[in-house]
């Protein structure tokens, strides 16, 4: 199932907003570093933003939809999830989610925990505790944060892994003992668990067989369809893009190049990056894709 199978949202609904963000590891324009964790130290000098990670990027998400952010190692994709998620603050600009300030420059975004954003990364064995069951890990999340009565727990743990495509005997099992694709299908059922507005997927497929990657993209889609949340989808994958992808953000050193629905990106790509991209994924520079 693919974006051409559903709806895509109306241009009104935005549920979350880039407003020429910018953001980087060092000096920011307004006069103070930012570290990793957002501190901030007082300095003279203003930042240089050829030197920025992000340069004034728009982005709106409609509700219900997916945007794949797309672009080679080094060009920001990844900078731009954290900045989603709060864990990079940003330098310049704003970030609005349902409406609301979430994020501006010096500050990492704040945005609420359950029916808010969660990210789901590329290497789901580091994200899950190796030591915890995956019954453990969910009912854990689930009573700590109080998402649903204490009594039912364990069976919102199992509808979690349903709503994944796992059984129920995967409660008993530790990560270590799942297959890649199993593995980040329990991520995903964690991130579900609050609920989100928004899912940001960080190369959640990229480590993975050809065959299991179709079954985690179905999962995406499956999801999408229900109409639940929006997914910021972080990928190098331009066939990936084209199979789950409402609209296409490309990125290059940090800047948005260009934009658009996959068919204009991939049929018709405007920015020679875009077009060097497409030519190295076979299928799509021999225009065999289909939509």
Not at 65 to 87: A, M, R
Not at 121 to 130: F, G
Request: one cysteine or more; glycine letters at 10%; aromatic letters at 4%.
């Amino acid at each position: 199932m693919g974006p051409a199978s559903r709806q895509v949202p109306s241009a009104g609904s935005a549920l979350l907003e880039f407003r020429k963000v910018s953001a980087h590891y060092g000096r920011a324009r307004s006069g103070v570093r930012l570290g990793r964790l957002g501190g901030s130290i007082p300095t003279s000098h203003e930042h240089d933003l050829e030197s920025a990670v992000l340069k004034d990027v728009d982005l709106v998400v409609r509700l219900g939809e997916c945007v794949g952010i797309v672009g080679e190692s080094g060009s920001g994709k990844t900078t731009l999830g954290k900045c989603i998620v709060g864990l990079m603050p940003i330098s310049s600009g704003e970030l609005s989610f349902m409406g609301a300030v979430v994020g501006k420059p010096g500050r990492a975004a704040s945005l609420p925990r359950v029916n808010g954003v969660q990210m789901v990364y590329q290497d789901p064995y580091s994200a899950l505790n190796p030591k915890r069951t995956v019954g453990s890990t969910l009912r854990e999340i689930l009573a700590v944060h109080r998402l649903c009565p204490r009594s039912q727990v364990g069976e919102r743990a199992e509808e979690l892994l349903e709503a994944v495509g796992l059984s129920a005997d995967v409660m008993k099992r530790r990560p270590r003992s799942l297959s890649g694709g199993m593995c980040q299908r329990v991520a995903i059922a964690r991130a579900l668990a609050f609920s989100p507005a928004v899912l940001v997927a960080d190369e959640i497929v990229s480590a993975l067989d050809a065959s299991v990657q179709a079954q985690v993209l179905n999962l995406i889609a499956d999801t999408l369809a229900a109409g639940k949340l929006s997914v910021v989808f972080v990928t190098h994958d331009l066939a990936v893009v084209n199979q789950v992808c409402d609209r296409v953000i490309v990125l290059h050193r940090g800047v948005v190049v260009e934009s658009g629905t996959p068919a204009e990106i991939l049929r018709n790509p405007a920015d020679p990056y875009t077009q060097s991209l497409i030519e190295a994924v076979p299928e799509l520079a021999g225009d065999v894709w289909q939509r």
